[in-house]
């Protein structure tokens, strides 16, 4: 039971990470258009925020996954993904975003997948 719940949160993580970069993907091909925060942005942010946040819990606490969490790797992912979170609430109204604020939310984004598998 402990590892289906375990794995059923990896799942919503996954989506979540879908949503996020996919809120910001369709959004690339925009040439001199106006980029904003979508709610797949967001609602992507805040999935992967609870998720995580929930999935290394499952692991500090069920001995039956046996798994050893990297704290490290932990509080980089956990801080990259609160800025990511905390930029796309705060512009989450705005009619439109600047391109630096929007590569700068993507670039997080990414890298905190470059860490997820590479780290």
Do not use: C
């Amino acid at each position: 039971m402990v590892d289906f719940l375990y794995n059923l949160l990896v799942v919503l993580h996954f989506l979540g990470l879908a949503s996020l970069i996919g809120g910001a993907l369709v959004q690339m091909r925009t040439a001199g258009g106006e980029r904003v925060i979508n709610m797949a942005m967001l609602h992507g942010a805040l999935t992967q925020v609870v998720s995580g946040l929930l999935l290394v819990a499952m692991q500090e606490m069920a001995d039956s996954l046996d798994i050893d969490p990297n704290h490290g790797r932990i509080g980089v992912k956990l801080v990259v993904a609160l800025v990511v979170t905390v930029l796309a609430w705060i512009n989450r109204s705005r009619s439109s975003i600047p391109d630096g604020l929007y590569y700068l939310i993507f670039g997080l984004s990414v890298g905190n997948v470059i860490v997820a598998v590479f780290w």
